[in-house]
Nanobody, 115 residues
Framework: QVQLVESGGGLVQGGGSLRLSCAAS????????MGWYRQAPGKQRGFVAA???????NYVDSVKGRFTISRDNAKNTVYLQMNSLKPEDTAVYYC?????????WGQGTQVTVSS
């Protein structure tokens, strides 16, 4: 079994920064990709960013230039550096991982951006 543990959410003023972390543990043979989704109140969960095992990154247009995804393969950890945060970035952020060709989700971490 695989577990994803997230950390780093919180309350920040508009224009501020936060860094999310997601560590994978358990019976890991291969991590195919890791990434982040978010769900704002009353909205569906949506894609934010992802990074493949080879380091290729992908972002939703609304965060390009502000968010950076990275990973530490030795620690099985993915990070999301969020800069220039806006109130519309407020959501629960979920770590997503495709490990051993199975999809896993973290428990979610709240990010709140005040105006």
């Amino acid at each position: 079994q695989v577990q994803l543990v997230e950390s780093g959410g919180g309350l920040v003023q508009g224009g501020g920064s936060l860094r999310l972390s997601c560590a994978a543990s358990g019976s890991i043979r291969s991590i195919n990709s890791m990434g982040w989704y978010r769900q704002a109140p009353g909205k569906q969960r949506g894609f934010v960013a992802a990074i493949t095992s080879g380091g290729t990154t992908n972002y939703v247009d609304s965060v390009k230039g502000r968010f950076t995804i990275s990973r530490d393969n030795a620690k099985n950890t993915v990070y999301l550096q969020m800069n220039s945060l806006k109130p519309e970035d407020t959501a629960v952020y979920y770590c997503h991982a495709y490990i051993n060709y199975v999809t896993y989700w973290g428990q979610g971490t709240q990010v709140t951006v005040s105006s």
